[in-house]
């Protein structure tokens, strides 16, 4: 499909507009000098046309009386008259060619052909045009380019009388014969005498110059195109390396982490005499000025992470005396007032939702300045066993289901934290879900990839929150969410970790069918997998969030 002028790429549209600008200066140039030859030409045949004016004269009144075209006077004799008549022409011409070729062969001339040598008394150059135009009647003839005399047949005839008698050369066109110059003069007895001469070389050479000025046109422009398409090419060499920078800069992952925006337009391209180097020392200015930012960005990011790892981890200290000194309260022996005891059971309990929300946000501290990770070999088909039996415990009005390959699985990764990523989305299948609900726990392995899937037929995800659920406290305001004491951060820690293992989450939800599932890649090759120990309905055996209220 034809692609629009406004489309074509710049390289394109230069060289568009240089070849339309070059064929037409070439038209234009062979037009004017195809004009200014025509004139010169055309004076140059006009001057020949006095010339020939002047050599020759009109005929006696004796012979235009004896012309047809004067018909008050009787025709021209027998041949034989004729003959000597010839005879008269060629010693009257002797330099003449036509008049010799008839003096040659007088016998082969027609009364017609006599009458024309006759015509023309003086030397005339083949393909001259004399005519005669008298109040009488008009004759002409013109000798053709084989030295032949030819008289004019009525409408040429015509065409001559029409000529004015301004001593100015006129064009009239004579139909197989072409074009003719045409001057004519009064002679003295009032007669008007009219020589004409061909421009069959004129126009001849005319379109001969034309044709080659145009082939020359035509290949100059071809030439220029060839020339104007590599120039261009080269000129716009600059502008492409500057492009490369940029969508080298568009590939770099500019929107977390520390980022070294080291890609610069090269030197040689930032030469500011130049219009591409301005574009490439302004592009470095800008990348100069985006990395500054991004740096500036960067150490914020890093002093506010060490500034919330470092609240977390004074707060627990705290936290751990404020829930032990609760605790102390209800092992007292002595009476303590109902109100007291229940106070304290709500300082105990919101304790410990606070030591799991810091023990939460210190997590995620440590996850995105990427420390605080094991890597071992580890058996996510046992994972799953023992994170589903912790889940069954704490929800035993779910309906737990495993579904799990016969071969185990193995990951390299952090154990407890894999267990945390799997008691986080087996949590939120309970704690977002009435009992009753069915949650599918499954293990699936795709090449070098282990899919761990977790499913339940709650109600789902509302649709507004599903986009951002890995975000960091983002929660629905449903009231089981709220009633659970939920925080919003268990997906984020879910997506943290995973990540970390170089894995990937998503999450699919309708009412009905919610899916989380994990991939994370394989420990490869098998001979490297710990043998894993059989599976045991045990308890929590991890130590993080194992001592977490009960939908941890
Ligand atoms: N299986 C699920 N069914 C329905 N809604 C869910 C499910 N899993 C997550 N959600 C929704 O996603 C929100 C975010 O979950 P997330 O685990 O990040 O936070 P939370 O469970 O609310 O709090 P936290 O896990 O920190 O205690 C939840 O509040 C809930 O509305
Ligand atoms: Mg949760």
Redesign the pocket.
């Known amino acids: 499909m034809p692609v629009a002028p406004s489309r074509w790429s710049l390289r394109t549209r230069l060289l568009a507009l240089l070849m339309l600008l070059l064929a037409t200066v070439s038209l234009v140039i062979v037009f004017v000098t195809a004009v200014a030859l025509r004139g010169v030409l055309v004076d140059q045949l006009d001057r020949r046309l006095r010339e020939a004016s002047g050599r020759w004269d009109r005929p006696e009144p004796t012979f235009l009386q004896n012309l047809p075209s004067f018909p008050a006077l009787p025709a021209l004799p027998a041949p034989a008259a004729a003959d000597s008549a010839a005879t008269a022409a060629a010693d009257s011409a002797a330099t003449d060619s036509a008049a010799t070729a008839a003096a040659d062969q007088p016998s082969s001339l027609s009364p017609q052909q006599l009458r024309v040598r006759r015509f023309f008394r003086g030397p005339v150059d083949p393909g001259t045009l004399g005519a005669v135009v008298g109040e009488d009647g008009t004759y002409g003839a013109f000798i053709d380019t084989a030295g032949e005399g030819k008289e004019l047949t009525t409408a040429e005839t015509a065409v001559v009388a029409g000529i004015p008698a301004y001593l100015r050369p006129y064009t009239r066109a004579f139909g197989d014969q072409g074009d003719y110059r045409l001057l004519a003069r009064t002679t003295h007895d009032d007669m008007i005498v009219v020589t004409g001469l061909p421009m069959k070389q004129v126009n001849a050479t005319l379109t001969r110059m034309t044709m080659i000025a145009g082939v020359v046109a035509l290949v100059g422009v071809a030439a220029a195109a060839i020339a104007g398409t590599a120039i261009v090419r080269v000129t716009l060499r600059p502008l492409r390396r500057v492009a490369a920078t940029a969508s080298r800069v568009a590939e770099l992952p500019l929107d977390r982490g520390e980022v070294a925006l080291s890609v610069r337009v090269p030197q040689v391209d930032t030469d500011p005499r130049t219009e591409v180097g301005q574009v490439g020392a302004a592009l470095n200015r800008m990348l100069g000025h985006i990395g500054a930012a991004l740096a500036a960005r960067h150490a914020s990011e890093m002093r506010m992470r060490q500034f919330l790892a470092d609240v977390s981890h004074e707060l627990r200290t705290p936290l751990a005396a404020i829930s032990g000194y609760a605790e102390l309260t209800r092992r007292t022996r002595e009476h303590v007032p109902a109100d007291v005891t229940y106070a304290m059971s709500r300082v105990e309990s919101e304790s410990a939702r606070m030591t799991?929300?810091v023990s939460?946000l210190l997590l995620l501290a440590r996850l995105d300045s990427g420390r605080d990770l094991v890597r071992e070999p580890v058996d996510v088909s046992r994972l799953i066993v023992n994170a589903v039996n912790d889940a069954h415990v704490a929800a035993p009005g779910h309906r737990f289901a495993l579904d799990l390959p016969e071969e185990p699985v193995t990951v390299t990764g952090d154990p407890a934290r894999l267990h945390q990523v799997l008691a986080?989305?087996l949590?939120?299948?309970r704690?977002?879900?009435p009992p009753g609900t069915q949650v599918t726990a499954s293990l699936t392995v795709s090449g070098p990839t282990a899919i761990l899937a977790?499913v339940?037929d709650?109600?789902?995800?509302?649709p507004d929150?599903l986009p951002e659920?890995?975000q960091r406290f983002?929660?629905?305001?449903?009231s089981r969410?709220r009633a659970?004491?939920?925080?919003?951060?268990?997906?984020?820690?879910?997506a943290a970790v995973v990540e970390a293992h170089h894995g990937h989450v998503r999450?699919t939800?309708e009412p009905g069918r919610?899916a989380?599932m994990v991939e994370l890649p394989r420990c490869l090759p098998p001979s490297e997998t710990v043998p894993s120990e059989p599976a045991r309905l045990t308890g929590p055996t991890h130590p993080d969030r194992a001592s977490q209220p009960a939908?941890?």
Do not use: K
Not at 458 to 462: R, V
Not at 484 to 494: C, D, E, H, R
């Open positions: 799991a929300l939460d986080n989305l949590a939120n299948a704690t977002h879900t977790v339940d709650g109600p789902g995800i509302p929150l659920v890995f983002a929660r629905g305001d449903s969410s659970a004491g939920s925080t919003g951060l268990g997906l984020a820690i879910v999450a939800s919610t989380f939908h941890r």
